[in-house]
């Protein structure tokens, strides 16, 4: 089957040392007092979902998968906690049912609309549609949403480490796309008067991408289970860290 992979490259948020960076966006709780409730994608509208990302190195890079075809025009990529990360698709083109799209952060090409071999297929380009943005994505607790033109919501995610600490805003991120009906209904556990980090920061609903390298050669990848593309999404549909396999979906 044939992928589309997406690569975007985000601020930092925390440190290796755990200390949060200074944040000036709005939290995910003020973003949902600010605004109503996402509306449905409309049937038959082009789909997309998240399907492999890798935050941590010189080129981050997130993977897309067309789940159905059409227009590209306006669909909008976020980060929902600290990474003051959005990305938008220009418009013009269009993408086939299974097409796999690429983010590069950090990127250096992009393909040029109707043809998806423009950047080439040497690393870290690909045969699928690679779009690139100047930035980089930090490795913590991530919660990505995406929205397709008009806001009709199309998919969410939320990875966090095992242990350590997320940024402040993590929490009511995942509780925002759980309200939204793109993301595991299952309540939240956060509570961090029992010391454990198992019982913190939505870990038992949360995907875990521990040991991603910083070169790349891993990632985490939405292909577990009898439905992975299925919304809402959940950390069963996702693999520990694997070998990287940008650029393709089999």
């Known amino acids: 089957m044939k992928r ?10 925390f440190g290796d040392n755990g200390s949060p960076a200074v944040d000036a966006r709005p939290t995910a709780d003020a973003k949902a007092d600010a605004s109503e409730d996402l509306p449905d994608a ?42 003051d990360f959005d ?5 013009g083109y269009t993408v086939a ?16 609309v109707g043809d998806a071999a423009s950047c080439g297929t040497a690393a870290p380009f690909t045969a699928a549609w690679d779009f690139s943005m100047p930035g980089n994505l930090s490795y913590s607790g991530k919660v990505f949403e995406l929205t397709s033109t008009g806001g009709a919501r199309m998919d969410a995610v939320a990875f966090v480490e095992s242990g350590g600490l997320a940024p402040a805003g993590y929490v009511a991120a995942v509780q925002l796309i759980q309200s939204r009906s793109a993301w595991d209904p299952t309540p939240c556990i956060h509570d961090p008067a029992t010391g454990m980090a198992k019982d ?28 992975p593309l299925t919304v809402p999404g959940s950390r069963a549909q996702w693999t520990a860290a694997l070998p990287a396999s940008f650029g393709t979906y089999d």
């Not at 990305?87 to 418009?91: D, K, L, R, S």
């Not at 049912?97 to 040029?112: E, F, K, R």
């Open 4 to 13: 589309m992979a997406l690569l975007v490259m985000v601020g930092a948020c």
């Open 87 to 91: 990305y938008t698709f220009p418009a």
């Open 97 to 112: 049912t299974n097409d796999v799209i690429l983010l590069h952060l950090a990127g250096t090409c992009t393909d040029q």
């Open 42 to 83: 409309l049937p038959g509208a082009v789909s997309l979902r998240i399907t492999e990302i890798n935050p941590a190195g010189t080129t981050d890079l997130i993977e897309l998968v067309a789940v159905t075809g059409g227009a590209l025009d306006g669909i909008k990529l976020e980060e929902l906690t600290n990474s």
């Open 200 to 227: 913190r920061y939505c870990r038992n609903i949360s995907v875990i991408w521990d040991a991603l390298e910083d070169d790349n050669s891993n990632s985490v990848t939405r292909i577990v289970g009898a439905e």
